[in-house]
């Protein structure tokens, strides 16, 4: 099984549509029945994205108040990918999970390898924004973390606070690292640009070498409930996303 985080410091950069867009575009190359997503994300809106409504159904965090496998909470959407949904969950269980999340390490992980998945799965976790349990579970089981960035000055000035969170935490460096991906880069925009130029000196090879562009098409796809590689397969962001996906296929498999 493989694992890839999707995180970020800060609010709304794009992480939930890129764990969605990029599961789904994982699983057009590698087919059906191999790519799953898990929601890590207290908001819950993973599953929309793949048309599964069930708001209020047991997700990861019931699951794992209850000593149950996540395997059970596992939907099928009709765009090959398989969402583990956080779940509708109280104030109280919420504040339970997370207890145990910071009890146990390994949690995710560890429920994650009794969830039922081939040794061929591939897993995208969501996570919310900033540091948190979730963002320490994910370091601990990831293969592969994608930090999300826009190409602007608020998502710039957070990379040392990535970074010190990195360096104070102690969580292990992934086995294929963890990579800052651009999303939502609007080629029209000098600073976009220029912000763009400042990262690749600053970041090297840690920045991905396939960036997300703007494109309207990606809060459609949502109003519709799927992801934008079946909503507009041939628009910029599905073209971006299949070229991130054969890179992220490739990076795993080195
Ligand atoms: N490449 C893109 N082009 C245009 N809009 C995008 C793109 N990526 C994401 N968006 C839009 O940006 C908004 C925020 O996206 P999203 O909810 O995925 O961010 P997030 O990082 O998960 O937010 P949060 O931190 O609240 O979890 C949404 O309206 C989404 O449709
Ligand atoms: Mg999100």
Redesign the pocket.
């Known amino acids: 099984m493989s694992v890839i985080g999707?995180v970020?410091m800060?609010?709304?950069?794009?992480?939930?549509?890129?764990?969605?867009?990029l599961a789904t575009a994982i699983a057009s190359k590698l087919g059906p029945g191999r790519v799953s997503v898990v929601d890590l994300?207290p908001?819950n809106?993973l599953h929309w994205h793949f048309g599964l409504e069930h708001v209020d159904a047991p997700g990861v965090c019931e699951q794992s108040l209850h000593g149950r496998d996540w395997g059970d909470v596992a939907s099928t959407s009709e765009f090959g990918v398989a969402c583990l949904p956080y779940g509708g969950a109280s104030e109280a269980h919420r504040e339970a999970f997370e207890m145990l999340l910071a009890d146990e390490p390994d949690w995710v992980g560890t429920c994650l390898k009794h969830a039922g998945l081939d040794d061929d799965a591939v897993v995208l976790i969501?996570?919310?924004?900033g540091p948190s349990v979730y963002l320490k579970q994910v370091f601990a089981c990831a293969d592969l973390v994608l930090i999300?960035l826009l190409a602007d000055a608020g998502s710039y000035a957070t990379i040392p606070a990535m970074e010190s969170w990195l360096d104070d935490t102690l969580v292990a460096n992934p086995p294929f690292g963890s990579v800052y991906v651009l999303?939502?880069?609007d080629s029209r925009e000098p600073l976009n640009h220029d912000v763009t130029e400042l990262l690749h000196q600053k970041l090297g090879t840690r920045l991905a070498p396939i960036r997300?562009?703007?494109?309207?098409?990606?809060?459609?796809?949502?109003a519709f409930q799927q992801p934008?590689l079946i909503y507009d397969p041939h628009g910029q962001?599905s073209h971006?996303l299949a070229r991130l996906a054969a890179w992220a296929i490739n990076t795993l498999n080195q």
Not at 126 to 129: F, V
Not at 212 to 222: R, T
């Open positions: 999707v970020s800060k609010g709304g950069v794009g992480k939930t549509s890129t764990t969605a867009n994300d908001q809106a969501d996570t919310p924004p999300v999303n939502q880069v997300i562009y703007y494109d309207e098409a990606v809060s459609e796809a949502l934008v962001a971006d």
